[in-house]
């Protein structure tokens, strides 16, 4: 039976015509919305130090205030997010490709690692004269600095997958004659993409605290600086009002990852391995 | 008039007035590398640039606020910045190691700094403060706390020290609570605390009042080869620091516009201005004049509360090459535009 | 017998051995490192030379003592964080892995959490927690949570089917396939967790230092760096990578000691120990 018709038989049971997913969706909603009458309530009576906790009223209307009336956001959200996606490309690129590399030439491995963890033990603060210094100011050496942040957990998860490949099916290609690139390919790949997909999503949610990091230091534009600006003037609401607007699109951009995984690693879940032995067998009907 | 000729007059003018833009663009870079984004605290930036007083001088504001984690000084050396604001200490500390600096101009000549506290204590002075625990707003400003303890008779060693950090909401939980019975910071987190309903208390020693708060420097090795464009930036600042005295209703509504985030509470940002223009503008005769006998005077004071290393020769850093050209405009014009500006953009 | 030089010595003199090109390298960099400055090739007040470091190092480690009280203080604030923050990360994904339900009410919050900036979170910490150590235990643990809780959920969702089947083929229970299968399995993936999390709880440690705090090496760090002392800002840096990397060999040495199947050498050694335990106990 496949997913699709386990939800319909489980809906029709419910009897409300809500699927079960969407039930799912609505007790989430239902949780967050509770959460934010208690704030606010708890906040009117006083129970909330106003100085650390805005009023979800006050937060709402500095959505409205930074996002339509004066629309000083806009700008600074373009800029932020675009610093997050090229150092988190830059440092899933070199963390991958030095786990790789790592991972799978011992000699190496002996040379590199210790510099590596000395470079990841080191605060990026302290750093960041180094690098402005060589990429002067601006994009480059805050990109730097993200990709800083952000290669080590792809490094590293790409090391492991890689060095932990099943022994038994490694036996299993070698006497079945396989040549090196299709072990690689058919065997340590498939094993590997989980793990680093998992490093991925790390680097993501690095790259955005990063890009703050970034911003804490250079603080010409972006939305670390308008934090700084915010928190500075004691307001809060305003400053909240940016911090969720990047909790959002984090999330948002963590949910989009965890699909993409699912396509990609599709061996590990059923509607997906179904789909692509779905694909292959209609394809090798028409070639057979 | 039809399709066609719209086109052909809109190419036209684009053909013609492609190259005068590429000759407005003949804009000689000055990069200035200081603590803050554009902002109140130093509204002269952003008047001037409102005004196109920079543009005037032929010169373009490339602004890099970074944290004073980052060695400024180390930028002015290696030439990626042309100005660097610095205070006293980094100045002197900066001597002592050996950079080629000169201070060519003082932005602000009221120190910033002071000692506050909350209007429901009882203290008087800075005396009182013995035996009590002290915040600092950052690590640097325990050498300030040292010096007002200094003045009367008291030391360091009397009161215990913690640091705050500069986060608004704890600064200001802080003197709320009466976690610490006072602050040694600077005027900006004043004005905030004060905005938001916290009132504060100065009990700054009148002695430590009179001090050059931040000030540009530049390398002394290019300060002829750069003149031209430095000459044309200070005056721009200065032009913008005049209107501040003539007419504090345009510098507002100049900083409403241009910083928008620092005016979403009129009030405070009132109170800031205010507060700003005290600093920014200048007490001496020619405006951002050095003070020489200020700085002499002041070091022993740093030397005694540890904040320096060690005294340095204020004429060997101290350059006013810039300061004749910085002042000299037409006052009377600038407060025209500085009216005109405000009648059109009110 | 006696011609034949026993293991261990040979094991010691194979270390020296392999210490050796690494320790070259090192020097030859230094070396490198210490002419340009002389020679005015690097002229930067930001990079001082590697005998004024040296200098720095002997001053505040031998001669004035200074950087003690920093180090422990940061080093306990990386650990304790750390402890606690894995702690709850793994307890989390356990219980994740265990239960469906759990696993989707925790993960969007957990994600959340995650993708919150520190700096957000800094001023509620230090209400909470106050000026000192507190608070920056606290943000080092609500960082490194993070990595752990994923790296650890992801191994233990991880499902081998074949094993799984002959594990219930032979009449495991669930705790037994839970035990023996699913959390072996997990291991390495958890202990690569792991070594980010401690290198991230030591970094957030030091971020929340930089920000506010009284002592610590981030903050003997960012006073010399003022006072353009780059030299001992440097020698203090060090000492926080010093402390990374003690870190981080020792989670290595505990990851090769539990996952221990990973190296020929060691899996060879607990077998032969598991042998000699069975037949003590059996007694044959």
New interface residues.
Partial sequence: MSVQDYMAVKAARTGTGISLRNRRILIHAGIFIALIALWEISSRLGWL?P??YPRPSAILNSFW?IFVV?G?IWYHLYVTLGLVFLGWVAGSVLGVGLGALVGFNPVVRRFLKPYVIVLEATPR?AV??LL??AL??GAPSKIAIIMLVCFFAPFINTLSGVINVNEDRLDLFRSLRASKMQVLRKLVLPDAIPVIMAGERLALTAALSGALVAE??????GIG??IL????????A?AFACIFTLTIIGFLIFKGMEMADQRIAFWKNEPGMKRVSDRRRRAMAIGG | MTMYKAMLLSTALCVTAVPGALMAQDLTTV?M?NP??R?TNFYPLVVAEALGYFEEEGVEVN?????????Y???I??G?ADLAMLDPV?TI??R??G?EISTVYEVMQNAPEGIGISESSTATSVADLVGTTVGLVS??DRAFLQAALDTVGASIDDVQ??????????L??AL?DG?VSAISGAA?DWI??I??GIPVRLITPEELLASPANTFAANTATLEEKRDAMEGFLRAWTKGMYVSQVNPEAVAEMLRQGV???W??EE?GQM?LEMSIGMNLSTTERLGDLQTDVWTALQPRLLSSEAI?SEVDVTSFLNDIYIDAANDFDRAEVEAEAAAWLAENM | MSDIASPKSVKMEIGLLRLLPHLLLFLTLLAIWELAVRFGII????IPRPSAIIGAIVTLYVTEGTIYKHFFITLTEAVVGFLIGAGVAVTLAVWSSLSDGFRRYVTPYAVILNVTPGIAL??II??WFG?GMGSKIALAAVICFFPIFVNTLTGLTQRDEDREELFRSVGASNYQVFRKLRVPAALPLLFAGLKIGLTTALIGAVVAE?????DGVG?LM??F??????AASLATLLSMTIIGLLLFYTMEILDDRIVFWRRDSRMSAVSRARARAFKAQTGR
Avoid: C, K
């Avoid at chain 1, 804490?216 to 534009?221: A, E, S, V």
């Avoid at chain 1, 600006?229 to 809060?236: A, K, S």
């Avoid at chain 2, 602004?63 to 060695?71: A, K, W």
């Avoid at chain 2, 020290?161 to 704890?170: D, I, K, R, W, Y």
């Fill in positions: 130090d100085l650390f205030l004066n000083n603060i960041a004269p402005i210094a002067g100011f804490f230091i250079q603080r010409d534009q600086s308008l600006i915010y928190t500075r003037n004691l307001n809060m305003s | 990069n590398i803050l984004p902002s602004l890099l606020p970074s944290d004073t984690s980052i060695p000084v180390a930028f050396q290696n990626q980094e500390n900066a002592n190691a950079a690590d640097r020290t913690v640091v705050l950090g500069e986060s608004g909401p704890t200001a939980a709320r976690n900006p905030n605390l905005a938001n928008p985030a620092e979403e509470n405070a800031f290393a | 002229t930067s007040i930001i800094t001023p230090i209400a000026y930089f920000a506010q705090a009284t903050v960012s006073r760096s003022f006072q353009l002392n780059m």
